[in-house]
């Protein structure tokens, strides 16, 4: 139990899938630490564990996608939150399409955007990318609901979050 805990245990937001493409290794996971941070320049930060293989090929990349799920995409979340790319080639489970910058995008997910990688901050267990947005998709737009950190807290992750 770390002091922040009471504060971070009221929140709920919203769950990403993040992959990556890097000299022709692709990589994917879920993620619960994400946000627009800035309006004009238009930015997003985006917050990958230094334990898993997504963050390595990221730390590679020059882009990255980052899709929204629905509640609807248990498997997705699973596949993406409760695997491990070390073990699991999840892109042979899951329909993609290289996107903008040969990022993989996911071809189920309602919404997705292609990030140009502006920096790199580590936040300690964590490595934050600032994205610069280049492309943006919202084909699913139907107002199904999200899915969100509470929905996805008995999806046990491929790797520890340290």
């Known amino acids: 139990m770390t002091v922040l ?29 994400g946000s ?8 997003f930060m985006v917050w990958l564990s230094k ?8 730390a590679r990349a020059d882009r990255l996608a980052v899709h929204l799920l629905g509640r609807d995409q248990e ?15 999840k892109f042979a489970e899951a329909a993609w399409h290289p996107g903008p910058g040969g990022a993989p995008v996911l071809d189920e997910a309602p919404a997705w955007f292609v990030g140009r990688v ?17 492309a943006a998709e919202h084909p699913g ?3 199904s609901p999200l899915l ?12 520890p979050a340290d």
């Open 148 to 159: 969100f950190l509470t929905d996805g807290l008995d999806i046990t992750p491929g790797h």
């Open 5 to 33: 805990d009471p504060f971070t245990d009221a929140l709920d937001y919203p769950l990403y899938v993040v992959t990556a493409e890097a000299a022709g290794e692709r990589g994917g996971c879920l993620v619960g630490f």
């Open 36 to 43: 627009q941070c800035s309006i004009r320049p238009a930015r």
């Open 141 to 143: 737009g139907d107002g």
């Open 75 to 89: 498997r997705l979340a699973r596949l993406f939150g409760g695997e491990t790319g070390d073990r699991t080639d």
């Open 51 to 58: 334990a898993n293989r997504t963050y390595r090929i990221a």
């Open 118 to 134: 502006e920096s790199r901050v580590d936040g300690g267990d964590h490595v934050g990318f600032l994205l610069v947005p280049e």
